[in-house]
């Protein structure tokens, strides 16, 4: 298998080692940030040396292109999926966007979309850190879907985002609600912290329809995303306890896994 990374961090890098218990990828080309090359080089070379036969790092779409990948994973950031993940997709090569909430950006959720059917490639959005996303896309299908989702995370996890401007993160002792509001607005004011809210949205009721609580929790077992469903085919509630990832106390593990299941999908005899 030919993969192309677009980011090197957390997910990336947990991924690879994932991937590389399995055998090497035939080849592997990472996209990272310009100043970053030789760093990543390093890496490649160091404790990452089994996860490819050969490898390349790049700082730009056309030459992650020039690579052949045969899939991409996003797992970068917004503006990451931003500046490469159109190029890739119109020039045929599917896409796994883990930054799902880059699409409550209404032009780019268009422009991928476009992308997409000019190259004839398939944008695949994962679950992430939630799950029955299966259950709530086929409930979405049947229309009259109202979600409630509430992501409470650890005080620390929410360091770096506004919810540090509303709150003393180090000094709390209990739950506290600092946003209520759509999954638009919480995946473009969290976007390293409500992915899961526009995964929600976009397999069930909408970006506007889809009511977003977040929680700083000094209580909370790990990332926990719970939300409600009510529809006239099923009414269901989910609780996810998420350990979060060893690289990033924002991004849980299960993020992780379920990148390595939608490559797993594609390339096994069965898909689940
Ligand atoms: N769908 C879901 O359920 C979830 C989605 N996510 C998404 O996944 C993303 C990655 O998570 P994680 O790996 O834990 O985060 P990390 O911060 O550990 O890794 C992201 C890496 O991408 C790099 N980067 C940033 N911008 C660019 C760019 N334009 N081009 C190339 N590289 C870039 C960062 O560099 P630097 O550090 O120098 O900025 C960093 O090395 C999150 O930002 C979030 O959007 C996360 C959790 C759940
Ligand atoms: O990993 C998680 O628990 C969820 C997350 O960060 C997100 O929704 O962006």
């Given at each position: 298998m030919r993969l192309g990374l677009i980011g090197f961090g957390n997910i990336a890098t947990a991924l690879l080692d994932l991937l590389a218990r399995g055998g090497p990828l035939d080849h592997l080309a990472v996209l990272v940030l310009p100043g970053m090359e030789a760093d990543a080089r390093r890496r490649l070379e160091g404790?990452?040396?089994?996860?490819?036969r050969s490898h390349a790092v790049v700082t730009d779409a056309a030459a992650l292109l020039a690579e052949r990948p045969g899939l991409v994973v996003e797992c970068a950031g917004h503006a990451a999926a931003q500046a490469h993940v159109p190029a890739v997709l119109r020039a045929g090569v599917d896409v796994i966007l883990v930054?799902?909430?880059?699409?409550?950006d209404p032009a780019l959720e268009a422009a991928l979309r476009a992308a997409a059917a000019e190259g004839g490639a398939r944008l695949v959005l994962p679950a992430g850190a939630v799950g029955a996303i299966d259950l709530l896309s086929a409930l979405g299908a049947g229309g009259g879907v109202k979600v409630r989702y509430r992501g409470a995370k650890p005080?620390?996890?929410?360091?770096?985002?506004p919810a540090a401007g509303m709150l003393d993160l180090g000094a709390l002792t209990e739950a506290r609600v600092f946003f209520t509001g759509t999954a638009r607005e919480a995946a473009t004011a969290y976007p390293r912290n409500a992915n899961v809210a526009a995964t929600l949205a976009l397999a069930g009721a909408g970006f506007e329809e889809t009511q977003v609580e977040l929680v700083a929790d000094p209580?909370?077992?790990?990332n926990v995303h719970e939300y409600t469903v009510a529809s006239p085919l099923a009414n269901y509630t989910i609780r996810i306890e998420n350990r979060p990832s060893e690289g990033n106390a924002?991004?849980?593990a299960t993020t992780i896994y379920s990148v390595l299941r939608e490559i797993r999908n594609r390339l096994g005899p069965v898909a689940i």
């Open positions: 404790d990452l040396a089994g996860a490819a930054s799902i909430g880059a699409l409550a005080p620390a996890a929410w360091a770096g985002t209580a909370a077992p790990g924002k991004t849980s």
